[in-house]
């Protein structure tokens, strides 16, 4: 039997959520379950409210009153949880990312690793697709999102490269992205390379970066004093996002002091260091070596 997704740093997220048994809960990554389940085990009359835009995620809903399932973005956060009558939360957990059953979905596009049609959308009513992105895109815009959200520095050779492949054939699988940057891809690195370009081409069709920025916001907002906020991310773009956010209340980092030179700052860290998988976890699911902790408190 194939698994939906294991979710990486399972403990250390529950135990960071701080979960009181009668509190209201948010995950808005819920996937295959595996943290809403641990949040059940703990609550008696609380209530959770779980997130997910990817409709194959329904398959784990667990039959509990307490659990409230939601077929969205989590960037409509707030919108649906005022819907359904809630005005604060005691904690939220994202585990952000791919789960396993998108990966291994051969055609959801979101491997290397398999020829298939590069899809890549977590929603799939969503109309962009990544082979619309390669197929649309200007040379510019493209170099824009390889640079960008996959951090390579060789982002316009890239750009050209797929431009002057597409004015013959489209490229619209896996292996037409490949052929078309043949001789760009560092052999020592290839593995590395193609999960960067496949990041950012995932990134730019599921808009993540500004419905993860627009989520935080709208947590802030729902969070009450003392409530937790507790993310793991798994790639360098968004952890700094979630890591200026905790610490500063902005996405840029920038602090700001009061009248009398103290920081305005909306929450309390309460791990400066951010906390990783042990040796033991990694080994036994390779994909939670990325992953990073962070956990925070409103104030």
Not at 196 to 224: G, H, Y
Not at 245 to 251: I, W
């Amino acid at each position: 039997m194939t698994v939906y997704h294991l979710p990486a740093l399972l403990g250390e997220s529950i135990a960071g959520l701080n979960l009181r048994p009668d509190g209201i809960y948010v995950d808005v990554t819920f996937g295959g379950g595996g943290h809403a389940k641990a949040i059940l085990d703990k609550l008696t009359t609380g209530k959770l409210i779980a997130f997910d835009q990817d409709i194959d995620s329904a398959v784990n809903i667990h039959r509990d009153d307490r659990l409230t399932f939601l077929n969205q973005n989590f960037r409509y956060l707030k919108n649906n949880l005022r819907y359904l009558g809630y005005t604060s939360i005691d904690g939220l957990i994202a585990d952000l990312g791919v789960s396993f059953h998108q990966f291994d979905e051969q055609e959801r596009g979101f491997s290397f690793r398999s020829d298939a049609v590069l899809d890549m959308r977590m929603n799939r009513q969503a109309p962009l697709k990544a082979a619309d992105i390669l197929r649309t895109y200007s040379e510019e815009e493209l170099a824009s999102v390889f640079y960008r959200y996959g951090e390579l520095t060789n982002s316009r050779k890239l750009a050209a490269a797929i431009v002057r492949a597409r004015s013959t054939d489209p490229v619209m699988t896996v292996s037409d992205l490949t052929t078309a940057l043949k001789g760009l891809v560092p052999a020592r690195e290839m593995n590395k390379f193609y999960a960067r370009l496949f990041q950012s081409l995932r990134i730019e069709v599921n808009s993540e970066m500004d419905a993860l920025t627009e989520m935080l916001e709208q947590a802030l907002q729902m969070l009450k004093p003392g409530g937790r906020l507790v993310v793991i991310t798994y790639h360098s773009l968004e952890d700094r996002l979630v890591k200026n956010f905790m610490h500063t209340g902005n996405f840029d980092g920038k602090t700001e002091k009061d009248f009398y030179g103290n920081l305005i700052v909306p929450f309390r860290v309460l791990n400066r260091k951010v906390i990783v998988p042990t040796d033991e976890e990694t080994e036994a699911n390779s994909r939670a070596r990325s992953a990073r902790l962070r956990i925070a408190e409103k104030i």
